[in-house]
């Protein structure tokens, strides 16, 4: 990837009073870009949350028990 910025004019590297200076601030300055992570393509199906499963005999002893 490419990018490109104009700073001639805000960052001189020498006066622009001359030629010379001019022509040294007309300059092309590279750097690295740091890449950004890719989108995402699809949205990830959402996780369904389960509850542990209590054994047959703990299940009942919540229930009241029968008269």
Not at 28 to 45: D, G, H, I, L
């Amino acid at each position: 990837q490419v990018f490109a910025a104009a700073f001639g004019a805000e960052q001189p590297v020498a006066p622009n009073a001359d030629e010379r200076g001019r022509a040294q601030n007309r300059r092309v300055e590279m750097a690295p870009v740091p890449k950004t992570a890719p989108a995402p393509t699809s949205t990830p199906a959402p996780v369904q949350a389960q509850s542990p499963s209590l054994p047959p005999q703990a299940a009942h002893a919540t229930e009241p028990d029968a008269p």
